[in-house]
């Protein structure tokens, strides 16, 4: 008994975030197959959609076709559409309403069909140009069943977005060009040079599943990285910088949502750095006889930049990042009892290849 009210209970909670008759949703077509019979929305079942729904697809002009509910996920679902009355409104990225209706009855035999069936024209620029209003109410006697979907629509349309993807790993190389600037607390003298190096970094990063939600289009990041910077003056003098770094941050993707797949999604990057820092001279020429010296030290700093992504529908993606870079070190002091503060800045450019699961 107690397990039969368990599964009642269930059942209607269940059915209490499903969708009633007469219902209306705002949706956004996301892709549609050439023949408009298949069509993938933006709504899914955090919104209370369900495999087996029925809806008309409406704008301001009127009906724009009827479509039964196929495959749903938390944010997209594919419908099946069984009645075109104006197939030029399904346009990609149109917005539309559904209205929740009663199920259709869909019958192959074509004697039995009463309306001709809309096919699609040469796209207009603007969608709201054309349309052929349905009476409200209208009954259609449809020909279209699910058997009419090929295979090949359907796996355009499930592989249009990676979002229950949400966690991905990245690694990438960093070709840079900075300049640094050092100075001792005991004089007033300052040294700069140039400081080309290359890091190696690895990295994850979080996005959120709730594609409609204001941060879905905020990412959080974190990654380790490894860098080295080597420098030889002309008398022979060298230096060779190790740092080790951990940063944190954030990806603002303000246009292509950072699910799409086979397109250029812009990003913004912020991230804080904090790590540690080894710093090697070995004598030259001039005073070859001069003792190779060392410094430890720790690292602050942040960077901003712009990039770009890019997924396959698989979750394989590549990444790149012009952003620019500061790092402050502080080094602890020597043996002649003195300190030394060095600011490492300048413009990067790194590439980075990545996996989403």
Request: aromatic share 10%; proline share 3%; glycine share 8%.
């Amino acid at each position: 008994m107690k397990v039969f009210v368990v599964l009642l209970s269930l059942i209607f909670t269940l059915s209490a975030f499903a969708l009633e008759v007469d219902e209306k949703l705002t949706v956004r077509i996301l892709k549609s197959s050439e023949s408009r019979k298949t069509l993938m929305i933006n709504r899914g079942t955090e919104d209370g959609l369900v495999e087996g729904d029925h809806a008309r697809f409406i704008v301001t002009a009127g009906i724009v076709a009827r479509g039964v509910c196929i495959k749903v996920a938390p944010t997209r679902s594919v419908w099946s559409v069984y009645r075109l009355v104006n197939a030029d409104f399904i346009v990609n990225d149109s917005v539309m309403t559904i209205k929740i209706t009663p199920p259709v009855k869909i019958t192959k035999d074509d004697t039995q069909a009463l309306v001709q069936e809309d096919t699609p024209t040469k796209l207009p620029a603007d969608p709201q140009a054309v349309g052929i209003p349905l009476a409200e109410g209208a009954q259609d006697v449809v020909t279209t069943t699910d058997e009419n979907i090929s295979d090949g629509d359907l796996r355009g349309l499930e592989d249009i977005t990676i979002v229950e993807r949400n966690f991905e790993v990245f690694s990438f190389l960093n070709i840079s060009g900075l300049s640094a600037v050092t100075k001792a607390d005991a004089d007033d003298k300052k040294f700069s040079n140039s400081q080309s190096s290359h890091h190696i970094g690895l990295g994850g990063e979080l996005y959120s599943r709730r594609e409609r939600e204001w941060y879905s289009r905020f990412s959080l990041m974190g990654s380790f990285n490894l860098m080295r910077t080597n420098a030889q003056s002309y008398n022979g003098y060298s230096s060779t910088n190790d740092v080790t770094e951990f940063s944190f941050g954030t990806n603002w993707h303000p246009g292509t949502m950072p699910s799409a797949t086979y397109h250029f999604i812009p990003f913004v990057n912020f991230q804080v750095n904090i790590g540690s820092v080894r710093s090697q001279q070995s004598s030259g020429f001039t005073r070859p006889t001069d003792e190779d010296r060392s410094a430890n030290g720790s690292t602050q700093g942040f960077s901003l930049g712009f990039g770009f992504k890019y997924y396959t529908k698989e979750g394989f993606g590549a990444r790149i990042l012009a952003d620019y870079y500061i790092r402050d070190e502080k080094f602890k002091r020597d043996e002649d009892d003195r300190s030394f503060d060095r600011r490492v800045a300048g413009p990067r450019l790194m590439l980075g290849i990545s996996y989403r699961w």
